[in-house]
Structure formats: C-alpha cells, structure tokens
C-alpha cells in the first residue's frame, strides 16, 4: 500500500506559464547569467514564423543569439553533437528550445554536452550524467511531449535504427515557459496525436505500480482537462481556452510521469517508432486502448475512475464493468479527434512482431506497469492494434 511507501518528488524546473509568457524569456536568461542564445527550433517552428517571432523578443532585449535547426522527427544523436560544436564556434552560454519534443529533447541534449565530456551516447541511460551542463530554457509549440519539463531527452540512432533514452535531473530544463498562444495555428492531426501523448502520460503513470499521492493528483488533473478540452482544441484550433487547458494538461502530466515512468504503451511505442517511423502521439493513441483492456485486471479500482473522468455512467455496475467503460471512452475519443490508423497501416507485420516485442520488454516502462507481461503478450498486443 500506499501507506507504506517512501516516495520522492523532485522539480528542478521553474515554471512561467501563460497567454504572452514568451515575454519572460529575457528575465530568465538574464538570471541565469547567459551571454549568448542558441535558439534551437525545428523547419517546421521556422516555416511557421515562430522562431523570428522569438529571435525578435531577443533582439528587443539585447540578446545576442545563434538558431540552430538541423533538426528531425525523431531526432538523432550525430543532430545533438553538431548543435552542441555550433554552439561552442558561436560562444554560447544559453540554450532555448522552441517547437515540440524533437526540438526540445534535443535543446536539453545539447544544453547537456556544452557541460559534459564525451560524446551524448555515453549518457545513455538513467542518472548517469555527471554534471550539470549549459542553462536551458524550453519553450514548447505543442501540447504533448511535455519535454519542457521533464528529465529524458528520446534521441534516434539512424545508423542501428534504435531510439536511446538520456535521462537525469541535470537534463531538467532550468525554465518552461508555456505559453497556449503559441498552439493556435497547430494542424488538427498534430493537436489530436500531440493531446493524446499527454493522455497516455497522465494515464499511464495513475495506473501504474510506481505512482505516488503526488503524481496521482497531477495525472488526475491532467486526464480532467483532456477530457473537456481535447475535441474543442482539435476541431477550432483557434479556442484560446482549449488551447490553454491542453498545453498545461501536457506540462502536468509530465510532472505526474517524471517520477513515476509510464507503461505498455510507452514501452512499445519506442521500438516500433524507431523502426516504422510512426509518430509517437500516433503509436500512444494506437496502443493505447490496448494496453488499458490488458491492464484492467492490474489496478480495476482506477480504470473506474477514469471512466467517471470521462463521464461514463457507472451508477449499478460492478467494478469490473465500471473499469471496461474506460476502454470504450478513449475509443471513442480516439474515433472523435480522427486518429483511425492501425499498425498495419504503418506496415507492421506478423513477422515482425519478434523484434517489437523483444525491444520493448528491456524497457524500464516495463516493470511498472500494473500487469507483468510476456513476449507473447506484447506481440498480442500489437495484433490487437494492427487489427482494429
């Protein structure tokens, strides 16, 4: 129980959120003593405006900066070097990431390397940076990863198409600076699949066998303004309020997960994003309903909660059958924000379902999870989502 547990929680973050908070942006890099900016951001924030628009709030202040945006989906480990030797030929002290989890994993890789020997790979792992590197400042333009607070960097290794893992408390950004203004103009595919990230952080670590008083709350909270906010953002995309509530919906849920890591989903979603290029909020929201029906049996008492988050009718129904509406109200969430692929889709096949799942059970998302699966669990698992 509970009860009996020792638990920690620890955020080295600080946290400035709001409608127009990127004017803060100064403020936070002045206290942090930083020089010279390397704004980092991806084509896709640079296409869209956004990095000018923060590059001007920097040269409205006097702060001298450096953009880098060698930057993919799914990021890659030779991407974080490259930023970190641009960084030293151009004198930076700073980091600021600007776009959505590639962009910002890698800003807090690099914000890393500018203080650590070696090359990112040796930090593979958990806890084993040694020190703290550069200040970083995240700035997220979507609502799902919560990267901005959290203390992994998910970093892609081209050549043995393997996704790697750094995390630590140094990789903790220094400050997260929300701001809901920055989502508006986000496509509704990216919203959807970005909303249900958050969704299946938040979900995953409540149900979990590493969740504590602290995280429950905040992946409580989180799942509430999903729940209300998460159809409005998809289909007006321009609702401030949704945009407000599924953005701080991220960052909390982040705050839930940090401690706590997460689940089957997460678990697989790695090996078959590296190896199938799926999207990850995409291969969240496949797997998800999946995983919560495999997971029912582990934690019965909280799938039923989730169901009354949703606003499923439980009055007169057994626990168990209370706990099945969970499954039906993320279906139909998934169904109303348009996320309808399969696996197959992707083009996963039976043959390749070995290497999923083999992959995916080293992973520490694993041991938590509230069901200890098989490999043969994890590779049904997968049939499941490839054939709904």
């Known amino acids: 129980m509970l009860l009996n547990r020792i638990f920690r929680y620890e955020l080295p973050t600080v946290i400035e959120f709001g409608n127009g908070a990127i004017r803060t942006l100064p403020d936070h890099i002045n206290r942090l003593k930083g020089t010279k900016v390397l ?30 945006s060698d930057i993919e989906p799914d990021p890659d480990i030779e991407g974080v070097m490259r930023g970190r030797d641009e ?5 930076c002290d700073c980091v600021v990431g600007l776009g959505g989890g590639s962009a910002l994993d890698t800003a807090k890789a690099i914000g890393l390397m500018l203080g650590n020997e070696g090359h990112i790979r040796d930090y593979v792992g958990i806890n084993i940076v040694p020190k703290k590197g550069a200040p970083v400042i995240a700035i997220p333009t979507t609502a799902g990863t919560g990267s901005e607070i959290t203390i992994w960097s998910v970093l892609s290794d081209k050549e043995a ?3 790697l893992s750094v995390g630590s408390p140094y990789n903790c950004p220094d400050v997260a600076i929300g701001d809901p203004e920055l989502t508006t103009s986000l496509p509704a595919h ?10 299946t952080h938040a979900l995953e670590s409540y149900v979990n066998k590493a969740t504590q008083p602290i995280s429950e709350a905040l992946s409580i909270q989180s799942m509430k303004m999903i729940a209300r906010s998460l159809r409005t953002a998809v289909v007006q995309g321009d609702n401030l309020e949704a945009r407000y509530d599924m953005l701080l919906a991220s960052l909390i849920a982040a705050m839930a997960f940090n401690p706590t890591r997460l689940g089957l989903s997460h678990a697989l979603a790695i090996p078959l994003g590296a190896h199938f290029h799926i999207p990850h909020g995409t291969v969240n929201a496949i797997l998800l309903p999946e995983v919560m029906q495999y997971n029912l049996i582990g934690n019965l008492g909280k799938f039923k909660e989730i169901a009354q988050i949703f ?19 993320i279906r139909q969430l998934k169904q109303d924000v348009g996320i309808t692929q399969t696996l197959s889709d992707f083009g996963l096949t039976e043959g390749d379902l070995d290497l999923i799942a083999k992959e995916a059970m080293v992973s520490g998302n694993v041991p938590v999870n509230p069901r200890m699966p098989t490999l043969e669990d994890l590779k049904q698992l997968c049939r499941d989502a490839m054939d709904r």
């Not at 628009?53 to 953009?67: C, F, H, T, W």
């Not at 606003?311 to 109200?329: F, I, Q």
């Open 190 to 199: 990216i919203t959807a699949a970005t909303g249900m990230d958050a969704l």
């Open 161 to 163: 198409e393997v996704k």
């Open 311 to 329: 606003d499923m009718p439980t009055d007169g129904l057994s626990t168990r059958e209370a706990a099945e509406k969970s499954v039906m109200a």
């Open 87 to 91: 960084a030293l030929a151009a004198g």
């Open 39 to 68: 704004l980092v951001s991806d084509p896709g924030v640079q296409k869209a405006g956004m990095t000018d628009k923060l590059a001007l709030v920097l040269e409205n202040s006097g702060i001298p900066y450096s953009i880098y």
